[in-house]
């Protein structure tokens, strides 16, 4: 039985990762759980899974992340908190040695030399379980040399109806401006940070 702590879990992704988990009972369970600030559903899943711990980030702080995270009864951090919220739960697990099933993607583009350190220095280990970073590891699993390139297409955000010169002149501003989500400046991901999140991870 692997210890898991799934911080976010009323979200969309906290919500899949529990239905995953329902049907895989006799392999994991539920130690940690974490929310923002909705309590009614956090306390129906903690009545469902009894974790040793449960926590309103909202009501008390990031600390219910941090103690989530790093539970000693905890060998796997399923991180579903939204933005720059859930970098120091991802700093603190694979510093304390654990694995992260990482959904924040935020924690990498804001810090990703700083995740790769805590994973150095822990001996933590990140997988990637969201979106495109996901995407291509799965695409990669196992193809060694075979594969040659991979194409990210997007659904065009800001320049969507733009030209093609229109868009080779365009500013970070206009970049930042999407028509959906809040982008902020959040830096830039490092190369060295794609190659940690595509090599080979640590058998289970």
């Not at 911080?7 to 539920?30: D, K, P």
């Not at 909202?58 to 600390?63: I, L, T, V």
């Not at 951090?77 to 924040?104: F, M, P, Q, S």
């Not at 955000?157 to 401006?177: K, S």
């Amino acid at each position: 039985m692997r210890g898991v702590a799934v911080l976010g879990s009323t979200g969309s992704i906290g919500r899949s990762t529990l239905a995953v988990l329902a049907r895989q009972r006799e392999h994991f369970r539920v130690v940690a759980l974490t929310a923002g600030r909705n309590a009614s559903l956090l306390e129906s899943q903690r009545r469902e899974w009894t974790p040793e711990f449960a926590g309103l980030a909202g009501r008390s702080g990031a600390e219910v992340l941090l103690e989530a995270a790093t539970h000693p009864d905890v060998d796997i951090v399923v991180n579903a908190v939204v933005g720059a919220a859930g970098l120091d739960a991802t700093l603190a697990a694979l510093r304390a040695g654990k694995r992260v099933a990482l959904a924040n993607k935020e924690s990498l583009v804001m810090a990703g030399e700083l995740v790769l350190e805590a994973a150095q220095v822990g001996g933590g280990e990140l997988i990637p379980v969201d979106s495109e970073h996901s995407a291509v590891l799965q695409c990669l699993t196992g193809q060694g040399s075979a594969l040659e390139r991979l194409i990210l297409t997007a659904s065009g955000g800001p320049f969507r109806e733009w030209t093609a010169e229109r868009v080779q002149a365009a500013t970070v501003e206009e970049a930042l401006r999407h028509p959906t989500w809040t982008m902020g400046n959040l830096g830039r991901c490092r190369p060295r940070v794609i190659a940690a999140l595509l090599g080979p991870s640590k058998s289970s």
